[in-house]
């Protein structure tokens, strides 16, 4: 059974922390992405990845960075959180970047305090 | 760039038949797709449409036109646990590209 998972399902952090992320999907997919999703504004992709080591910038990328060491896993951080990154981050997965099925985690309920 | 319309909210009643619609302005096409996402979930995947014409699954049914730049998700026989979010997604199609999500239809089922 495919799955992606997230290491928090709730967050609380405080304003100027550096936050971490992480994702680790178990099927061998070569992309991997991260989106946050806000009332209204639906699903806004932040950064992806085609390969290990290889990341390319998303429609919102300012604020974050990404970590792609090993090909399960896939790190969203946020150098400096700030209140208006208080979110929903989910994490996916995909064979294809475009065409294919994307795998959803569970999502991180962040709240930057 | 791309961008995709669909309605905000559409509501319905048990049994009945309910068609979300979903137009898209894409400098490439590949194909549309359809997720669904229950409040407090994760979004899952549902139909995909690469070719013009109508796809089925079971209840639901997608559509898609290129001409028009139009696609629809059909559901038929509503049930209480249809009550979701249905985001339709394009895929440009060219290079390193990625699904584009549109804001997603709140769809409510009532009995």
């Known amino acids: 059974d495919v799955k992606v998972t997230q290491s928090s399902r709730y967050l609380v952090k405080r304003t100027g922390e550096k936050v971490f992320l992480e994702c680790v999907q178990d099927m061998d997919h070569e992309n991997m992405f991260w989106y946050r999703q806000d009332p209204g504004l639906g699903l806004r992709l932040i950064y992806f990845s085609y390969d290990v080591k290889m990341k390319e910038k998303g429609d919102i990328p300012e604020g974050y960075s990404v970590s792609r060491e090993k090909k399960e896993r896939f790190s969203l951080i946020l150098e400096s959180a700030s209140t208006n990154q208080t979110s929903m981050y989910l994490c996916?997965?995909?064979?294809?970047?475009?065409?294919?099925?994307?795998?959803f985690g569970p999502g991180t309920r962040l709240l930057v305090l | 760039g791309q961008s995709l319309e669909q309605p905000s909210e559409v509501t319905a009643v048990e049994g009945a038949i309910v068609q979300i619609n979903c137009t898209y302005q894409t400098s490439g096409f590949y194909g549309l797709s359809w997720y669904q996402q229950h409040d407090g979930g994760a979004p899952t995947f549902l139909s995909y449409n690469g070719l013009d014409g109508l796809e089925e699954t079971g209840r639901f049914s997608s559509f898609l036109s290129r001409s028009d730049s139009y696609g629809y998700l059909l559901l038929q026989e509503l049930q209480m646990k249809d009550s979701a979010s249905y985001f339709c997604?394009?895929?440009?199609?060219?290079?390193?590209?990625?699904?584009?999500f549109g804001k997603g239809t709140m769809l409510l089922v009532s009995p």
């Open positions: 996916a997965s995909s064979l294809y970047a475009d065409r294919e099925t994307q795998y």
């Open positions: 997604a394009v895929a440009p199609g060219s290079g390193y590209s990625t699904l584009t």
